[in-house]
């Protein structure tokens, strides 16, 4: 029911279309260029989808869905051997409220295949750790570590539950559990099997292939992508406190219990039960691990959730007995569908925030009524609940609020907004305006640009420097000026192109497009003036993240 959006989901559809069209399935490409700052397995994954349902709006997505339903799969079997199968459902409805969870669930990005992987060797150690000796269960965790590096490198992470474990065992020798045995060396080879699924067959080819480039892409993502930015992050820097006011926020309605949950936590750790002191103390560890970095996203502490889910679901039955836990998701439930009821109205009435931000993101007016409806049909549909349920049964009020909330969201609100968010609008008017025997070439482009050209435009590089491409457009267009045009970003546009030609052909992602037809440009001119046009791509990278 939509095309793939930015800020990442296009880039990744175009490297496993072009794996799927070339049959080159090693190395990712972003139009004409190696794409070398994520691995290629989430890619991989794209792409098999696509070989096995046969369309790119159906594929694209599915990786993520089926690996939110392994991760709530994952969360409830842990949770029903830690405990029971009543905790075991609260833990998977207090993961699946939680709006993060939901939202990445729905987008395909890396980081939810990445959350069932970690899941799964969280699921690994804890069942080898406390529930064992299952010395299958850890190669397994192992294994899934290694595969969650090579999808997006922080894949290790679960491994880390060891330190709190080897802690806890320190102070309580005696407890079952695996003890000393040649058999932890499994370790090792299982997650290095993990990542040689990526590994293996890229130092095969770097043995065989001595081609520079192929080595600058390795030698990029394997420590520019990992160890440098980590340590030395180069955007998306923010201060130590960022990570608190995600978890305020994104992790809504589970956030608000949390001055309940962190004295009952507390309480729980200093008993000693490893439960609790494995779950939190890996979720403190991670915690730790992306605040040491300057660069964070509110994707990066994910991996989180569901062991915090596990280790506040035996709390929940008791928790929502209290009258205080009670009114304060019932103010939720109210607060959201209050937000959404002015929005909406708003949408359908043209006026205030919506309408603002309509034009902010040249978005049609006349699409915000039927996105306004839907907003004012969850907002009513909320207060229901709310007003049946009340307080007696608020947390089930939550839970189908939050079934509503992505029922709306995927039913109605992305669909509407697709063409804009997607820019398949504005590249539908660029096809329309330039007719069905002409080329188009890209430059300053963005990735949902040239995914939604058919059949795929002609770019010159898309982190090459702007001038450089304007040499090799000019070159191209030269052959054949009468019948090839150039897509441009505005602020990348040519002093060489006569403006009288050029065609501002509309506005998509806060970035505005125009045309060039091949007899509007100055070849001469281009050569001359090389390396004076302004920056393009680097200038609005971040526009789009």
Same mark, same amino acid.
């Given at each position: 029911?939509?095309?793939?959006?930015?800020?990442?989901?296009?880039?990744?559809?175009?490297?496993?279309?072009? /794996?799927?069209?070339?049959?080159?399935?090693?190395?990712?490409?972003?139009?004409?260029?190696?794409?070398?700052?994520? $691995?290629?397995?989430? *890619?991989?994954?794209?792409?098999?989808?696509?070989?096995?349902?046969?369309?790119?709006?159906? !594929?694209?997505?599915?990786? !993520?869905?089926?690996?939110?339903?392994?991760?709530? #799969?994952?969360?409830?079997?842990?949770?029903?051997?830690?405990?029971?199968?009543?905790?075991?459902?609260?833990?998977?409805?207090?993961?699946?409220?939680?709006?993060?969870?939901?939202? *990445?669930?729905? =987008?395909?990005?890396?980081?939810?295949?990445?959350?069932?992987?970690?899941?799964?060797?969280?699921?690994?150690? /804890?069942?080898?750790?406390?529930?064992?000796?299952?010395?299958?269960?850890?190669?397994?965790?192992?294994?899934?570590?290694?595969?969650? +590096?090579? +999808?997006?490198?922080?894949?290790?992470?679960?491994?880390?539950?060891?330190?709190?474990?080897?802690?806890?065992?320190?102070?309580?020798?005696?407890?079952?559990?695996?003890? %000393?045995?040649?058999?932890?060396?499994?370790?090792? $080879?299982?997650?290095?099997?993990?990542?040689?699924?990526?590994?293996?067959?890229?130092?095969?080819?770097?043995?065989?292939?001595?081609?520079?480039?192929?080595?600058?892409?390795?030698?990029?993502?394997?420590?520019?992508?990992?160890?440098? =930015?980590?340590?030395?992050?180069?955007?998306?820097?923010?201060?130590?406190?960022?990570?608190?006011?995600?978890?305020?926020?994104?992790?809504?309605?589970?956030?608000?219990?949390?001055? #309940?949950?962190?004295?009952?936590?507390?309480?729980?750790?200093? =008993?000693?039960?490893?439960?609790?002191?494995?779950?939190?103390?890996?979720?403190?560890?991670?915690?730790?691990?992306?605040?040491?970095?300057?660069?964070?996203?509110?994707?990066?502490?994910?991996?989180?959730?569901?062991?915090?889910?596990?280790?506040?679901?035996?709390?929940?039955?008791?928790?929502?007995?209290?009258?205080?836990? %009670? #009114?304060?998701?019932?103010?939720?439930?109210?607060?959201?569908?209050?937000?959404?009821?002015?929005?909406?109205?708003?949408?359908?009435?043209?006026?205030?925030?919506?309408?603002?931000?309509?034009?902010? %993101?040249?978005?049609?007016? #006349?699409?915000? $009524?039927?996105?306004?409806?839907?907003?004012?049909?969850?907002?009513?549909?909320?207060?229901?609940?709310?007003?049946?349920?009340?307080?007696?049964?608020?947390?089930?009020?939550?839970?189908?609020?939050?079934?509503?909330?992505?029922?709306?969201?995927?039913?109605?609100?992305?669909?509407?907004?697709?063409?804009?968010?997607?820019?398949?609008?504005? *590249?539908?008017?660029? =096809?329309?305006?330039?007719?069905?025997?002409?080329?188009?070439? *890209?430059?300053?482009?963005?990735?949902?640009?040239?995914?939604?050209?058919?059949?795929?435009?002609?770019?010159?590089?898309?982190?090459?420097?702007?001038?450089?491409?304007?040499?090799?457009?000019?070159?191209?267009?030269?052959?054949?000026?009468?019948?090839?045009?150039?897509?441009?970003?505005?602020?990348?546009?040519?002093?060489?192109?006569?403006?009288?030609?050029?065609?501002?052909?509309? !506005?998509?992602? %806060?970035?505005?497009?125009?045309?060039?037809?091949?007899?509007?440009?100055?070849?001469?001119?281009?050569?001359?003036?090389?390396?004076?046009?302004?920056?393009?791509?680097?200038?609005?990278?971040?526009?789009?993240?």
């Amino acid at each position: 029911m939509r095309s793939p959006q930015p800020p990442d989901e296009p880039r990744f559809v175009l490297a496993a279309r072009h /794996m799927v069209e070339t049959g080159q399935w090693l190395l990712p490409h972003r139009g004409s260029e190696l794409y070398a700052e994520k $691995p290629p397995t989430f *890619m991989w994954i794209q792409a098999g989808t696509y070989k096995l349902l046969g369309s790119w709006n159906l !594929s694209f997505l599915v990786p !993520s869905l089926l690996a939110a339903l392994l991760t709530l #799969w994952l969360t409830w079997d842990m949770s029903r051997r830690l405990w029971n199968r009543q905790v075991a459902r609260y833990a998977v409805l207090g993961l699946f409220v939680c709006i993060q969870f939901g939202l *990445m669930a729905k =987008r395909a990005q890396i980081d939810m295949v990445l959350l069932g992987m970690t899941t799964l060797a969280l699921w690994g150690l /804890m069942r080898h750790l406390l529930l064992g000796p299952n010395w299958g269960a850890l190669a397994l965790a192992a294994f899934a570590a290694g595969v969650g +590096t090579v +999808t997006k490198g922080v894949g290790f992470l679960p491994l880390l539950i060891l330190l709190p474990w080897l802690a806890w065992r320190w102070r309580h020798p005696q407890a079952p559990g695996p003890g %000393r045995s040649w058999a932890w060396w499994l370790l090792l $080879p299982a997650f290095l099997a993990g990542t040689a699924v990526w590994l293996g067959p890229l130092a095969i080819a770097l043995l065989k292939n001595p081609d520079p480039g192929l080595q600058a892409y390795a030698h990029e993502l394997l420590f520019k992508q990992t160890g440098t =930015r980590y340590a030395n992050a180069w955007h998306h820097t923010q201060p130590a406190w960022y990570y608190l006011q995600v978890m305020i926020t994104l992790w809504l309605p589970g956030s608000l219990l949390l001055p #309940w949950l962190l004295p009952a936590w507390w309480r729980r750790c200093r =008993r000693a039960d490893p439960r609790y002191v494995l779950l939190l103390g890996w979720a403190l560890l991670v915690l730790l691990f992306f605040t040491a970095s300057p660069g964070k996203r509110e994707v990066y502490i994910l991996p989180m959730l569901p062991a915090l889910a596990v280790a506040a679901a035996p709390l929940l039955p008791g928790l929502l007995r209290r009258a205080g836990v %009670r #009114w304060v998701l019932l103010l939720y439930v109210l607060v959201l569908a209050v937000a959404t009821l002015v929005v909406g109205y708003g949408a359908v009435h043209g006026d205030g925030w919506a309408q603002r931000n309509a034009v902010k %993101r040249a978005i049609d007016l #006349w699409v915000l $009524p039927r996105v306004g409806w839907w907003l004012v049909g969850f907002g009513a549909a909320t207060l229901v609940l709310a007003v049946v349920l009340r307080l007696r049964r608020v947390g089930l009020a939550v839970v189908l609020t939050t079934v509503l909330l992505w029922t709306m969201y995927g039913l109605g609100a992305m669909p509407a907004l697709d063409p804009y968010s997607s820019a398949s609008l504005v *590249m539908d008017k660029a =096809r329309d305006r330039i007719g069905p025997d002409a080329e188009l070439g *890209m430059v300053a482009w963005r990735e949902q640009n040239l995914l939604q050209t058919d059949p795929q435009a002609t770019d010159f590089g898309f982190k090459r420097p702007v001038g450089e491409q304007w040499e090799a457009a000019a070159r191209w267009v030269a052959e054949a000026p009468t019948r090839r045009w150039l897509f441009v970003l505005d602020a990348a546009m040519s002093p060489c192109a006569d403006k009288a030609q050029v065609i501002d052909i509309g !506005s998509a992602n %806060r970035n505005n497009w125009q045309l060039v037809p091949g007899t509007a440009l100055d070849a001469a001119c281009i050569a001359r003036t090389h390396g004076v046009v302004p920056s393009g791509n680097a200038a609005v990278e971040d526009n789009n993240d």
